[in-house]
């Protein structure tokens, strides 16, 4: 029986782009038998297993206007439902005394920009229905003290991957700790660990016991549009560069693999891989697009998703079977 796994990332505003891909499954009622998720993908993809309509779930909270208004409007009242900024916790730091240099320096410039909305019974649900799923789910978290990341997975997981990889458990405090943004400080990080995101964009290396694999990246694998012409294109192409970076040599590790077996040379039977297909973003955005979701970004991941997947070998499964047991 082949095995088939898809690979989803979270990135700022485009996390429609892997909603796309899971819309897509639904239509052709295919399901692989592993995902592997990053960030904000952890919350669609919770949303998506409990039935949810995870389009509609992404756009209700969009800002109306986009571009520039909308980024001033995230940066002064913050990201309904996801953070709010923490501007009266750091007037209040001011009162503390005796202020040395590196005081001020903080006070001044704090690390904790925002703090997360999402309550305990939220983040709970989430960890519960991923553990409860009958299909396999793997997200990341980041130590960055230690430079080390960790990969968390359910029972189904666990046993695809057969002791081949070392997963932690799916609890609150993983959940929590993994969409847990450098802007929310690092001192508060839940257990030291924050987004895995930054680590590593999509989780992709440990896949080569499948046959198939499919990566959404919510991003375009080469840079399209003009040149970065001022300071915020530059800032925009360095963020795509911390993301795309770490995305593309896990794709060469797995295409080197798959090469290698068609050769003969590597004939371990725990490398399956036969094929690896990418579905990137394959529209350009600037700076300032980070902070809506666009509802043409999940048009193109449907469109792409549907055309790989009605394209390839029948693999359907009863929707009952996805969902939490």
Do not use: C
């Amino acid at each position: 029986m082949r095995k088939q796994a898809v690979a989803l990332g979270g990135f700022g505003g485009f996390n429609l782009h892997g909603a796309g891909v899971l819309t897509a499954l639904d239509r052709l009622e295919r399901m692989p038998d592993l995902f592997t998720v990053t960030s904000g993908q952890i919350v669609v993809l919770a949303a998506w297993l409990r039935g949810e309509d995870v389009r509609r779930l992404l756009l209700e909270h969009r800002g109306a206007s986009g571009g520039l208004l909308q980024a001033w409007q995230t940066a002064l009242f913050g990201h309904k439902g996801v953070f709010r900024p923490v501007l009266g916790e750091n007037a209040r730091r001011w009162l503390d005394v005796p202020l040395s240099p590196s005081a001020v320096l903080e006070r001044l410039m704090p690390a904790r920009q925002y703090a997360p909305v999402r309550d305990r019974d939220t983040v709970a649900e989430i960890a519960r229905t991923l553990n409860e799923a009958e299909v396999g789910v793997v997200f990341n978290t980041y130590d960055f003290r230690s430079g080390n990341g960790l990969l968390h997975g359910n029972a189904a997981a666990r046993r695809l991957m057969a002791g081949e990889v070392g997963l932690e458990d799916i609890t609150a405090d993983a959940v929590e700790s993994a969409l847990w943004l450098y802007l929310y400080g690092f001192e508060e990080a839940p257990g030291g660990l924050i987004d895995g995101a930054y680590h590593r964009s999509i989780i992709l290396s440990e896949l080569h016991g499948f046959d198939e694999v499919t990566v959404a990246a919510p991003f375009p694998v080469s840079w399209i549009g003009p040149v970065p012409r001022n300071q915020l294109e530059v800032e925009n192409w360095k963020i795509r560069q911390w993301f795309a970076n770490s995305y593309k040599a896990e794709v060469a590790r797995l295409r080197r693999v798959i090469e290698l077996m068609e050769r003969g040379t590597l004939n371990d039977p725990a490398y399956r891989i036969r094929s690896l297909t990418e579905l990137p973003l394959r529209r350009h955005y600037g700076y300032f697009d980070y902070f809506t979701e666009k509802a043409e970004v999940f048009d193109d991941a449907l469109a792409q998703a549907l055309d790989h997947f009605g394209s390839g070998p029948a693999h359907k499964q009863a929707h009952t079977q996805r969902r939490a047991g």
